[in-house]
């Protein structure tokens, strides 16, 4: 009895060791200690230089300046100290003549200005029913003067202080207008002359009023 139990101990005993043994065969042991993570640090990223600056204030625009206005060049005076002449003369005695007409004038005398001599083609100022032995001048002022009823007569510069103008015809001693005009261009009754510039013309000045004169009705008025 005892051996029996001896070798029941004994098997009891090896059957121990080995399960003990598959047991420790199941789990083997790890080779390699597991590795801890390494840790990373996250840098933030640097702020926008853009995005932190403060935004510039828009320099102020200039305010426009307005543009001054040109001053306007004022038109040239009214010739002022004018006169008118007028000569007859024969060619060598026979019946044709020259008549040459002259104007001269004081102010203006700048350079720049021309003075235009005009002749007024129509007596304005005569009435239209005058009573026989009266008269007047053709021209008055403050009279309108259209270009309808002028013709240009000369130019010259204002500079000059004088112009004349000359042509031929055929002279008689009686019966000639006291204001004679070129038979080659249109009747005139009065002169007048303006100062002409860039900025327009003065008021007209009379050089030569002329004259209407309507005869009377007797024996005291002689016709040659």
């Given at each position: 009895?005892?051996?029996?139990?001896?070798?029941?101990?004994?098997?009891?005993?090896?059957?121990?060791?080995?399960?003990?043994?598959?047991?420790?065969?199941?789990?083997?042991?790890?080779?390699?200690?597991?590795?801890?993570?390494?840790?990373?640090?996250?840098?933030?990223?640097?702020?926008?230089?853009?995005?932190?600056?403060?935004?510039?204030?828009?320099?102020?625009?200039?305010?426009?300046?307005?543009?001054?206005?040109?001053?306007?060049?004022?038109?040239?005076?009214?010739?002022?100290?004018?006169?008118?002449?007028?000569?007859?003369?024969?060619?060598?005695?026979?019946?044709?003549?020259?008549?040459?007409?002259?104007?001269?004038?004081?102010?203006?005398?700048?350079?720049?200005?021309?003075?235009?001599?005009?002749?007024?083609?129509?007596?304005?100022?005569?009435?239209?029913?005058?009573?026989?032995?009266?008269?007047?001048?053709?021209l008055v002022v403050?009279?309108?003067?259209?270009?309808?009823?002028?013709?240009?007569?000369?130019?010259?510069?204002?500079?000059?202080?004088?112009?004349?103008?000359?042509?031929?015809?055929?002279?008689?001693?009686?019966?000639?207008?006291?204001?004679?005009?070129?038979?080659?261009?249109?009747?005139?009754?009065?002169?007048?002359?303006?100062?002409?510039?860039?900025?327009?013309?003065?008021?007209?000045?009379?050089?030569?009023?002329?004259?209407?004169w309507r005869a009377?009705?007797?024996?005291?008025?002689?016709?040659?």
């Amino acid at each position: 009895m005892h051996s029996s139990h001896s070798r029941l101990a004994t098997t009891i005993s090896v059957g121990l060791l080995v399960a003990a043994a598959c047991t420790s065969a199941a789990t083997p042991a790890p080779d390699v200690m597991p590795t801890a993570s390494p840790s990373i640090t996250i840098t933030p990223a640097a702020a926008s230089p853009t995005a932190a600056a403060t935004p510039a204030s828009p320099s102020p625009s200039a305010t426009p300046q307005p543009t001054p206005e040109p001053t306007p060049v004022p038109v040239p005076p009214k010739p002022t100290g004018v006169t008118f002449d007028q000569e007859r003369r024969w060619i060598d005695d026979g019946p044709v003549g020259e008549v040459t007409q002259r104007v001269t004038w004081r102010a203006p005398r700048s350079e720049g200005i021309e003075i235009r001599v005009y002749g007024v083609t129509e007596c304005i100022a005569e009435p239209t029913n005058p009573l026989p032995g009266t008269g007047g001048p053709c021209l008055v002022v403050h009279t309108p003067l259209p270009p309808s009823v002028r013709t240009l007569l000369a130019t010259a510069r204002a500079s000059d202080g004088v112009v004349s103008w000359t042509w031929t015809q055929v002279l008689a001693d009686c019966g000639e207008p006291l204001l004679a005009s070129d038979p080659a261009g249109p009747v005139y009754r009065a002169v007048v002359l303006a100062a002409y510039s860039a900025a327009g013309h003065s008021i007209f000045a009379i050089a030569e009023p002329g004259e209407w004169w309507r005869a009377a009705d007797g024996p005291g008025d002689i016709i040659c």
